[in-house]
């Protein structure tokens, strides 16, 4: 799968950068209903008509940010070869690389998912993680399921407990590296599985 963004002018993708580091600073600052057009131009050194180039307004600069950051999850994710093994050891190598990305751009995740001002990014991930849940429950079949468990509530279970607990690594600043926490995710969900197993 080629990268959208390997097709975009170098230049769109700095400004777009330089309105995106803007508004996580801003919005560190001040409540979103404060940040304007001018406030957010201003703080990325270009112009009003610059960022009408780019979006229609702030709303719409974040439904394509919402965009770019599961595009960059993806791409992330699809960086693991296809011959790697299925199952718990693919499950987590994905973790550990998803996790690393997080690290890696830990001032904006942190910034984006633990606000509650700007619910987006997070309900657009959480969608985005309860996605490769379900592909996983599909692939392994009904014996992936908890005894008694329901599949939808399975998802909504395991979606919520990873976004929250990932919100909560950042928060703590990350005291653990990418690939403990992975390990961690997975004894959870062994404990889980022999909890409800009995």
Known sequence: MDNKKDHIDPR???????????????IQEMDIQKISVNRLAERAT????????HY????????????DMIEDISMVLNQ??????????????????????IAEHANFYKVILA??????????????LRDIIVARIEKRGSNFLSAGVQKDILVWY???ALIGTIIAWLQNDMPYTPAFLAK???LLHHERLNMTGD
């Open 46 to 53: 270009i112009n009003r008509v610059t960022f009408y180039l």
């Open 80 to 101: 693991i070869p296809r011959n790697h093994k299925a199952g718990e050891e693919g499950d987590w190598s994905m973790m550990v690389k998803f996790l690393e990305h």
């Open 12 to 26: 769109i993708l700095r400004t777009r950068k330089l309105l995106r580091d803007a508004f996580i600073e801003l």
């Open 158 to 160: 395991d979606s919520a």
């Open 184 to 186: 961690q995710f997975s």
């Open 115 to 128: 606000s509650k001002r700007i619910p987006i990014f997070r309900d657009r991930l959480l969608l985005f």
């Open 56 to 67: 229609r307004d702030i709303p719409d600069m974040l439904e394509k940010m919402a965009d």
